[in-house]
């Protein structure tokens, strides 16, 4: 039986490329003569706010079915991007390393260069750097966009913890709005947005590179396009890296009930470094107590919204943010001890405007985000399953789950329902795998990685103590070093092992003072703006 993977037009004759029962890529012309796959024409990156690209960036297109069940039909553009490898085709070039940062929405593009700067020993070397903006993301066309951001995203927004059925429905009323403008204009794409297809977007990549087998990391979401990439084309995987791993049997629903749990302990442990460190940001000498300066701050926004902009919503949306890295922590607890302390609402609003406001390519990842999550897998259509859900949820879990609910809510109004997740599982033609995970990462629960370790037998779990969403490239030398290993020849741990956290942050750090690596990697994963599933 053959498997669809792959399209590229050319200018006289349109060419399907396609996976044959042998896993050989092959080419299937229109007149039915074998043809080649065409070669990725890269050419210099186009300049990016009037800034001209990095050097050695390449940029280039790949053409991919919008309907892997109709190779011949309507096809998309993927926009990819290159750093060369500097060692020529020989016994030290390690072929193609394709880099995600996860999402889903987020541009893979914008990881290739960290990836490249940030790989130890003589890797970035040694590998073809690709990163790729997944179908509907950024540079690939179309691009998803469903509103105005100015207009919809206008602060101060509605407080996202509703008091009464009334706010409820204003709150209701904006997720069905966001669903029906997308359905509205992206009718003929939503059906093919799935996590599935963009697996076989990046097999439609590793062919039209020229390619037996690819290198994959990703992060965060990315481990869950790695994993279905496994599973579906394990006979193509020359290395796989996840790090920060997605829990493949729990999308999406149940994973953001998860999520609300795991950020109420992130969130803790941010509120105890506050208490620990009183001395300098005078909120409280218990978790108790920070807890209540802080939902004071949240109330206190309500009515009047810092600087005019900065509401409650705002605020949730801001201060997630420290979630995915202790290294943010300083900052943020700056800004409230300002606000509470001095009156000065400058701080908060500069944090909003670096972390939570939104702009124009932050609402192209909340479309694509919405548009993979809600047509990936059954989402609850019923309104009062997910009142009673998050009711019982915000008892134990106040900080996240009613934001986390409204993030997500225009998936009980999409116009396509969910599907029929691909069932991840490991593969005796797959290699052994490298799993990294943080201990108490927020986005990516613990749990996670557990599961896909007993799924993907020959991996191997490295743990890093700490609560950081992304461990790799972010300053752990312990974790680099297993990352190095495996890249370089493969080799994995002889067992799971486990790796210290990176030290805890000074507080005497302040917002003018830019956090070392760790700010960096979260820029890189596109965790600076909209926050989507990780």
């Known amino acids: 039986m053959k498997r669809v993977v792959g399209i590229v037009a050319g200018t006289a004759v349109l060419v399907a490329v396609i996976v044959s029962a042998d896993g050989m890529a092959v080419a299937s012309g229109a007149r ?8 990725v024409a890269w050419g210099p990156c186009p300049q990016v706010s009037g800034k001209p690209a990095q050097a050695g960036l390449e940029c280039a297109t790949v053409r991919v079915p919008l309907d892997y069940r109709e190779p011949l039909g309507h096809s998309i553009k993927v926009a990819i991007n290159r750093i060369k490898a500097k060692t020529s085709r020989d016994a030290d070039h390690l072929g193609t390393l394709l880099v995600n940062p996860g999402g889903p929405g987020a541009s893979g593009r914008n990881l290739t260069s960290y990836v490249a700067r940030n790989l130890p020993g003589d890797l970035r070397d040694r590998y ?3 990163g790729f903006d997944p179908r509907g993301v950024g540079a690939s066309e179309p691009a998803m966009r469903c509103v105005d951001p100015g207009a919809y995203y206008k602060a101060p927004r509605p407080d996202a913890v509703p008091r009464g059925r009334a706010e409820e429905r204003v709150l209701l009323s904006r997720a069905a709005s966001y669903a029906n403008a997308c359905g509205n204009r992206w009718a003929w794409l939503l059906p093919h947005l799935t996590t599935e297809n963009s697996a076989r977007d990046m ?3 590793r062919a039209a590179l020229g390619e037996q087998k690819i290198s994959y990391f990703g992060y965060s979401y990315g481990t869950y396009l790695g994993a279905v990439y496994a599973t579906l084309f394990p006979q193509r995987v020359k290395r796989l890296v996840l790090d920060s791993v997605v829990d493949p049997t729990a999308v999406w629903y149940e994973a953001n009930l998860r999520q609300n749990a795991a950020f109420e302990r992130r969130h803790r442990l941010f509120l105890g470094w506050v208490a620990e460190h009183n001395s300098v940001y005078t909120l409280g000498s218990t978790t108790k107590q920070t807890s209540f ?15 005019g902009i900065v509401g409650p919503s705002e605020l949730d949306d801001t201060f997630t943010i420290a979630g995915y890295s202790d290294k943010l922590w300083p900052a943020f607890a700056a800004a409230w001890s300002d606000y509470v302390r001095k009156g000065e609402v400058k701080g908060l609003v500069d944090l909003y405007d670096k972390h939570g ?7 192209n990842s909340y479309a694509v985000y919405l548009g993979v999550q809600c047509r990936d897998a059954r989402w609850p259509r019923d309104w009062d399953r997910w009142r009673a859900d998050m009711t019982r949820s915000h008892r134990s879990a106040p900080f996240l789950t009613w934001p986390n609910a409204w993030y997500n809510a225009p998936c009980a109004f999409w116009h396509v329902r969910g599907g029929e997740p691909v069932e991840v599982h490991g593969s005796p033609k797959l290699p052994p795998i490298l799993i990294l995970q943080s201990r108490d990462d927020a ?3 613990y749990r996670g990685a557990l599961t896909v370790h007993r799924l993907f037998p020959r991996s191997r779990l490295v743990v890093e103590q700490g609560g950081n969403h992304g461990v790799s490239l972010g300053g752990n030398q312990c974790v ?11 080799s994995l741990p002889a067992r799971d092992a486990g790796c210290r956290a990176l030290p805890e942050p000074s507080a005497s750090a302040r917002m003018a003072a830019k956090p070392p690596e760790r700010h960096d990697l ?3 994963l596109g965790l600076l703006g909209l926050l989507g599933a990780g």
């Open 128 to 130: 073809d750097i690709v």
């Open 32 to 39: 039915g003569a074998p043809a080649a796959p065409a070669a």
């Open 522 to 524: 979260l820029s890189a």
């Open 357 to 363: 406001k939104v702009e124009a390519a932050d609402e």
């Open 203 to 205: 097999d439609a990549i």
């Open 480 to 490: 680099d070093g297993h990352l190095a290993a495996y890249l370089s020849d493969g």
């Open 443 to 445: 986005a990516t629960p």
């Open 293 to 307: 300066a802080y939902y004071a701050m949240r109330d206190r926004l309500r009515d009047r919204p810092a600087g």
